[in-house]
């Protein structure tokens, strides 16, 4: 079992290449979500999804792009990278039963766009 | 719009002391749930307590509790006989109606030997 992996773990841009991060997870949770994480910003929500078929925006979803194809996967897509997208990019997946439940994190994607 | 706001960018305190840690939110919602999440250096997000904001008693987890006052919309979290272990940052986060989870600016906090 091994709950919320992405791939991949570190990656570096140049200023307008593509590429997406792909998370995955194996607990057949309904709930997915993508964070960014910057020095003294927390973690904002990017997109999230609540079902396979669906996508929503959160806080930031501007330059970023979601897909959630088949349940246990979410992809987060870049088109075009910009500096300010450098981040450390988190994964999270959640189950259905109430919205009290924990979030499960995967271990980051630390992403440079230079 | 919907904030959480912890007002303490960073604290210190000695191993074994009482430290809390605040969090603010702001909401028109009657019910929704409010976590603490903790991040050590290695950076893996840890959920450490959560409140159901209709459960009028305050969540408790072995040394860590939270003190929840509705009405003010605070959710702080008390940490007792603190460990070097717990030397990490802790954000608060907050659960909306429509399944957004929205997180504070976090607090890191140094437990000293």
């Known amino acids: 079992n091994a709950g919320v992996t992405q791939t991949p773990k570190f990656r570096v841009l140049k200023t307008g290449q593509s590429m997406t991060l792909l998370c995955a997870q194996d607990m057949n949770h309904e709930y997915m979500y993508w964070y960014r994480q910057d020095p003294g910003m927390g973690l904002r929500l990017i997109h999230y999804?609540?079902?396979?078929?669906?996508?929503a925006k959160g806080e930031v979803p501007d330059g970023y792009n979601v897909s959630r194809l088949k349940k246990q996967n979410f992809l987060l897509g870049l088109e075009s990278a910009a500096p300010s997208q450098t981040s450390v990019y988190f994964c999270?997946?959640?189950?259905?039963?109430?919205?009290?439940?924990?979030?499960?994190f995967g271990p980051g994607t630390r992403l440079t766009v230079l | 719009a919907q904030t959480v706001t912890q007002s303490q960018p960073e604290m210190s305190v000695q191993e074994a002391e009482t430290v809390t840690l605040s969090c603010t939110y702001d909401t028109s919602e009657s019910n929704y749930y409010l976590f603490w999440y903790k991040q050590p250096p290695s950076r893996q997000m840890i959920l450490v307590i959560r409140q159901e904001a209709y459960k009028q008693q305050n969540a408790t987890e072995n040394r860590f509790s939270v003190n929840f006052q509705k009405a003010a919309k605070s959710f702080s979290l008390k940490i007792s006989d603190s460990q070097l272990g717990d030397t990490a940052m802790y954000f608060c986060?907050?659960?909306?109606?429509?399944?957004?989870?929205?997180f504070g600016k976090g607090t890191r906090l140094h437990i000293l030997p």
């Open positions: 999804s609540v079902g396979e078929g669906t996508t």
């Open positions: 999270a997946s959640r189950g259905p039963s109430g919205r009290g439940n924990e979030q499960f």
């Open positions: 986060a907050f659960m909306f109606r429509d399944d957004k989870i929205i």
